[in-house]
């Protein structure tokens, strides 16, 4: 596609419940990042993404959170038994390899846990 | 690890200059990023610096010194769209990692 595509673009689901938040990146981009961002505040590292494998995801915050790009290009995040802290925006990039120069952020997908 | 600061707030006025500063702290390097975002927006690209110098482009441009671990973005020609957040964010050499600052949020007057 044209550029980095989140679904959905808002969610709002329960405490407990199970989420998955959906990144499509720009065709051919190798590197995908998963970030999480509350308000006032710069973007959170959570997880990246060489081709199929997570390279880095040590900013998961804890193994309620997993993310998976099985075939190298779409990547979903899941949240198990959400928590209200967990209610921020999911921001997800994509470059055309690892040590690209520019890196594309989608519109982000915001969580809200009531 | 990696600690990048820069400045919270910053206020300006419309057709003037502004320079805001980032400083990080890095145990490898491999790259500084400028991203722009507007409020309930995603954060834009602006520029992307590894070598020591000054990169322009058009009204933004920006400077790095690595052995000073500083980098700034300069705003010329300010405009009331300008107003935004900076952020400003370093890559680790070794895991290719993105990380953020918690970004300058500057307001620009008429």
């Known amino acids: 596609g044209a550029g980095v595509s989140q679904t959905p673009s808002n969610k709002v689901t329960e405490k407990g419940k199970y989420v998955e938040l959906r990144c499509d990146p720009i065709s051919g981009h190798t590197a995908l990042y998963w970030y999480r961002q509350s308000l006032g505040q710069g973007p959170e590292f959570l997880i990246y993404?060489?081709?199929?494998?997570?390279?880095?995801d040590s900013g998961l915050p804890n193994d309620r959170f997993f993310a998976v790009r099985p075939e190298g290009s779409v990547s979903t995040l899941k949240i198990q038994r959400t928590e209200r802290g967990d209610s921020a925006v999911y921001l997800c990039a994509s470059s055309l390899t690892g040590s690209g120069n520019t890196i594309y952020f989608g519109e982000g997908s915001w969580l809200t846990v009531v | 690890g990696q600690n990048i600061d820069q400045p919270t707030e910053m206020t300006a006025t419309e057709g003037a200059i502004v320079q805001i500063n980032c400083t990080y702290q890095t145990s490898g390097f491999n790259g500084l990023f400028w991203y722009q975002q507007h409020a309930g927006e995603a954060p834009t690209f602006l520029s992307y610096?590894?070598?020591?110098g000054l990169e322009e482009k058009g009204r933004f441009s920006s400077f790095l010194s690595r052995s000073k671990g500083y980098s700034y973005l300069l705003l010329k020609e300010l405009q009331m769209k300008d107003s935004a957040s900076y952020l400003c964010?370093?890559?680790?050499?070794?895991?290719?990692?993105?990380?953020f600052g918690t970004g300058t949020r500057l307001q620009v007057f008429p």
């Open positions: 610096n590894v070598l020591d």
């Open positions: 964010a370093v890559r680790e050499r070794n895991t290719d990692k993105l990380i």
């Open positions: 993404f060489q081709g199929t494998g997570a390279a880095d």
